[in-house]
């Protein structure tokens, strides 16, 4: 869809037939998301459900995105972790992803488009002056804080990891003589120990 399409939009919420916001392939996170979280008291809530994506890849790249589990109505679906089957509902509809929020109107960096055909909200209600100017707000707001989470991404990554190695470094600096002692030991019985793979000397009668 354009900009100039006329775009009509009203969410089904337990309604929806297609639950096509929650078993799209993916439901990104962005650092925006985790700090609103934060400000609400809510992140520990959340963040259970939240991983990170590594890139696989030189041309793949960082990003958060929710867990997934298995559909009990077709295990061989996936739905966002945070998707009640049951209630056919989001169980943090309230402060959900600001992906979430803008779902099925994506901003791309030039125009408005849509992320799913098989939302059957598209088309529904009337959408005011207002609501289709706040719609598109909120659109371009993703995309930024996307974008802006993809490029901060492997920098708090990195630092991260720089500062555990510190940490673990320091920690075995700190230790004891007694418990280097002990790590050594430990260390080297590891080493001793048989791996399984030796063949056993073939038996000799007389």
């Known amino acids: 869809m354009s900009e100039k399409s006329k775009y009509n ?16 392939p ?5 650092i925006g ?7 609400h008291d809510y992140i520990m809530n959340i963040l259970p459900g939240i991983t990170i994506h ?16 298995p559909l009990e109505s077709d295990p061989e679906s996936t739905a966002c972790i945070f998707y009640n ?13 600001i992906s979430c929020q803008t779902f099925p109107l994506v901003f ?23 609501a289709l100017q706040e719609a598109k707000s909120l659109a371009e707001k993703e995309f930024h804080q996307r974008r802006d989470s993809t490029a901060a991404l492997p920098a708090i990554y990195s630092v991260m990891m ?5 940490q673990s470094s320091e920690a075995m600096q700190n230790l004891s ?12 019985k590891s080493k001793e120990e048989p791996t399984g793979e030796e063949e056993s000397p073939t038996d000799q009668s007389e």
């Open 108 to 130: 791309n960096g030039e125009n408005y488009v849509l992320s799913s055909k098989d939302c059957p909200g598209v088309g529904e209600g009337e959408v005011t002056k207002e």
């Open 33 to 39: 998301d985790l700090a609103r979280w934060m400000n």
């Open 177 to 188: 003589e007694e418990d280097r002692k002990k790590m050594d030991e430990i260390i080297s």
């Open 162 to 166: 720089n500062q555990m190695m510190k």
């Open 54 to 69: 590594m890139p696989e890849s030189e041309h793949d790249s960082f990003y958060f995105e929710t867990l997934r589990k």
């Open 85 to 97: 089957e049951q209630a056919n509902s989001c169980e943090i509809r309230y402060d959900r992803p």
């Open 9 to 24: 939009f009203k969410c089904l919420e337990q309604k929806c037939d297609t639950k096509a916001c929650h078993i799209r």
């Open 26 to 30: 993916q439901v990104l996170v962005t």
